[in-house]
């Protein structure tokens, strides 16, 4: 079929190129902003009598009417177009004839792309933040069950101090947290309408740039052409507030994968969360939290592809930017997928106990309060640290731990002991001694659960 645009070419182009030029395969997924955009567009049109108000309501059904078809399946996309913009002109033209041509006065396909892009994912960003949130409030649910549970914190993976399991969950809150707020930030820059740059330089014709971006729910206008259809910042942005949640999503994984070993046994994850072996009959993997650490260096590959893509890039428009949406799809597929993966995994492990208890018994984690019991007596830190160490190394010697090493021993080495030394070094007594801000004990992680719920 001849080119929508073949006006100074009369030559036909090689199906191969054709092949290579088309982007429908996979820009097809933005015809509702493509149709909405075209329908303000026409509206706008219309109002400034640059086409005519009967036109413009000709124009507005005629994409009504191709909306609801492809919505309700009766139009099919065709893949022989070059793009989704163009598949619509088309239509709309075999549909109201010389009207339909019409439609793209006082713009071009490089401010419709942006427009779509960015109508597309703004509406992407609402859905990955509800998506968050939900994991958010299971992970305040979780953690509430389990303010009291006692586990090792680890430090070099090294057991380091008793806390609580609800404890460490929040920490994962915190970090979503921060995650909701810089998708709400980034929103702020995708919501910006470039439409009315036109191909770089702006247009002769009277247009109204505001009420087109008033009637799409933009925030703001470009205020320059030449960077409203140039610009895919919001584009990275994005992507970067995706490889940032993908990375706090893959340190949990990863951790669910060593909590879930034998090694661990922390935890169980559901079956509906994990695969068996081919081989392996004992196997239950959890492929699930390898995925979502496996995915997240997929992400990373989306942001870098852009950048690279972007780099020495001139002004304004260039094919290159074609690329762009690949690799936004694919973060956004990506990462829509992860969120309920996760949500769903930590709302049904089951969390073992008393195998954390018992880790939390054999790894001396109470060394600290023990120094810190020898500092409140009078003694300077760095000599209780010393006689702390030495008291430990003498567990180890002896096969038992601070708990059952008996205060003749204790006393040998500082007459300050005293028979409350077994209350302070006592885990519960330890994590709910931890009473300062953002520390493990209890009350405090009920503040932080609420802190976070409240942020919600
Ligand atoms: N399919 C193109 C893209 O995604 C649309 C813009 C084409 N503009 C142009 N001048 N060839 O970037």
Known sequence: MAKMW?????????????????????????????????????AMLGKQGIITADEAEKLIAGLSDILADIDEGKLEFDMSCEDIHMFIEQVLTERLGDIGKKLHTARSRNDQVALDLRMYLRNEVDEILSLLRELVEIVCNRAEEHKATIVPGYTHLQR????????????????????IDRFLDCKKRINVSPIGSCALAGTT???????????????????NSIDGVSDRDFCLDFMA??????????????EIILWSSWEFKFIELSDAYTTGSSIMPQKKNSDMAELIRGKTGRVYGDLLAL???????PLAYNKDMQEDKESVFDAVDTVKMALPVMSGMLKTMTVLKDNMKAAA??????????????V??????????????????????????????????????SDLFGDDIYEVIDLEVCVNKRISLGGTCVASVEKQIEFVRNSL
């Open 6 to 42: 073949a006006g100074r070419t009369s030559g036909a182009t090689d199906s191969l190129a054709d092949d290579f030029n088309s982007s429908i395969h996979f820009d097809y997924r933005m015809y509702r902003e493509d149709i909405t955009g075209s329908m303000a567009h026409a």
């Open 205 to 223: 014709y009277e247009t109204d740039r505001i009420f087109e971006a008033e009637k799409l729910g933009f925030d703001n206008i470009a205020m």
């Open 376 to 413: 409140k007596k009078g003694m300077p830190f760095r000599s209780a640290y010393k006689i702390s160490g030495q008291l430990v190394a003498e567990c180890i010697s002896r096969g038992c731990v601070l708990e059952t090493l008996p205060l003749e021993v204790y006393k040998e080495k």
């Open 307 to 313: 950048l690279t893509t972007l780099k020495g890039l």
């Open 241 to 254: 507030a995706v490889s940032t949640l993908m990375m706090h999503l893959s340190r949990l994984s990863e």
């Open 361 to 374: 018994q054999k790894g001396f984690i109470n060394a600290t309060d023990m120094a810190d019991y020898l």
């Open 160 to 179: 380091a101090q008793p806390i609580t399991f609800g404890h460490h969950l929040m920490a994962y809150a915190m970090m979503f947290l921060r995650d």
